[in-house]
């Protein structure tokens, strides 16, 4: 274990550690329940342990900002199902594994609810996985790729997308009976949705802001449900 986990109960410091260090579920619970800076997000997978501190930047929030706006348009157009929205709320696997996706989507009724006095996060033990998870990527997009899209198929979640910041792209994978996921070009989560429609969308944004990048994917989808 790594000298800034093991020091985790000895100091009420939080570590920046922005890569994978080992550690044990209790590590993760003292992180979890300290007082903490705003926005840092957690994630733990059966001995390791990441921390984002959140400080992302104006991209990272413009596009997380967009992405939330398109699930509400796309919502809009299928009034007989109901889209949550519960983006970077904390998943846990208790003593497994855990997260907190900038993305996370429900559709369906049998959505998580709090309740006062529960805990306020989303216990997997107790509520269905998502429909979806997502991470905007700016400054992560390797592990986005990689440990996070492991931790994220091992909770059986059916669909994953990584938007690429930089490069201003949308990967997006489907779970497979064999529990891995390979990359796809039409959303099952959002049934008739392209993938490059979404990735035509955040590419807007070289043009204008994500508001009217939102304006301009609402007008496609108008489009595509009048056809």
Known sequence: MTASISTLHQSPQIPILRRWHSAEWEDYITLRDAPTPEGMRLFFDEGWLWVDMGAEGINHASISDLFTMLFFIWSTQRPEQLFTSLGRCLLEKPTKKAGAPDLVLYIGEDYPR????????????????????????????????????HLYADLGIPEYWVIDVRGLRVIA????????????????????????????TLQRLNEGTNTSAAAWFAQQVAKLKAE
């Open 114 to 149: 709090w309740q006062p006095g529960e805990l306020r996060r989303i216990d997997l033990n107790q509520w269905r996985v998502p429909n979806l998870v997502g991470e905007i990527s700016d400054t992560t997009l390797a592990t986005d790729l990689d440990e996070k899209k």
């Open 173 to 200: 994978f489907q779970l497979q009976e064999n529990g891995k996921y390979i990359e796809c070009t039409q959303s099952k989560a959002l049934e008739g949705l392209s993938i490059s429609l979404v990735e035509q």
